[in-house]
């Protein structure tokens, strides 16, 4: 138990530099791949899609695009537009040699809006996307919680920017989709998981205050 515990530990922290010379093996992708559908959905539907992106040029634009919408902008911290203004990366989590996308269906999400509605649910759509987002968190802590098993660390991004996303989607044939979350993954550059790639620190960090355990 200790041991579960342990990774579920490691994995909350976020891993923000990552040893891009340290290749990750195709096996092992193609395994985190298959943990993260293996999940429980509702009704096992197949209701979100997640694509593992290994190609450094593909990886480099998702990173380009792991930051705050403009509107989001103005309420970042001076450190951080200092590094965007320097053209430094504002979510390094990202910039992993395997990069998990974890899109929700639009069409699976339309044909489903009108299921609910016809169940008398209130807000077909919403309810839709509040189960799927929960499913989608799910799958990508089986995959992280996986990937810390052998050693390998982690790093969540949701900081988006969508105007940036329909070029880079359409690319790869994937623009039918809305992207949720990224999900970095590979092997650790410094020890210290805060600092940056260039090793500098620019991301606030807090320590969770954990609540009383309550067994009823």
């Known amino acids: 138990m200790d041991d579960i515990l342990g990774l ?4 909350q922290k976020c891993q923000r530099n990552f040893n891009l010379d340290k290749a990750v093996p195709e096996d092992i992708a193609k395994w985190l791949l298959e943990i993260g559908y293996a999940t429980p959905t509702k009704q096992n539907l197949d209701t979100f899609e997640i694509v593992c992106v290994t190609n450094r040029d593909s990886i480099k634009k998702f990173v380009k695009a792991a930051t705050n919408s403009p509107e989001e902008s103005q309420d970042m911290s001076p450190s951080l ?3 965007l203004k320097e053209g430094r990366t504002q979510n390094p989590q990202t910039d992993a040699n395997l990069l998990f996308l974890f899109f929700i269906k639009r069409k699976q999400r339309k044909s489903k809006m ?9 807000s077909g759509d919403q309810y839709y996307r509040v189960t799927t987002n ?8 089986a995959i992280g919680i996986a990937a810390h098993s052998i050693g390998m660390k982690t790093g969540f991004c ?7 996303l329909p070029d880079i989607l359409s690319q790869y ?4 989709y809305d992207l949720e979350v990224m999900l970095g993954v590979g092997y650790p550059l410094h020890k210290d998981r805060t600092k940056h790639t260039d090793g500098k620190y620019y991301s606030e960090h807090y320590e969770k205050i954990i609540p009383r355990k309550l067994i009823i």
């Open 8 to 11: 579920v530990n490691e994995f």
């Open 81 to 83: 537009k200092k590094m």
């Open 114 to 122: 009108r299921e609910e509605r016809e169940k008398g649910r209130p």
């Open 134 to 141: 929960l499913e989608i968190g799910l799958s990508a802590s």
């Open 158 to 164: 949701r900081c988006i920017d969508h105007d940036a």
């Open 173 to 176: 044939k994937i623009n039918k």
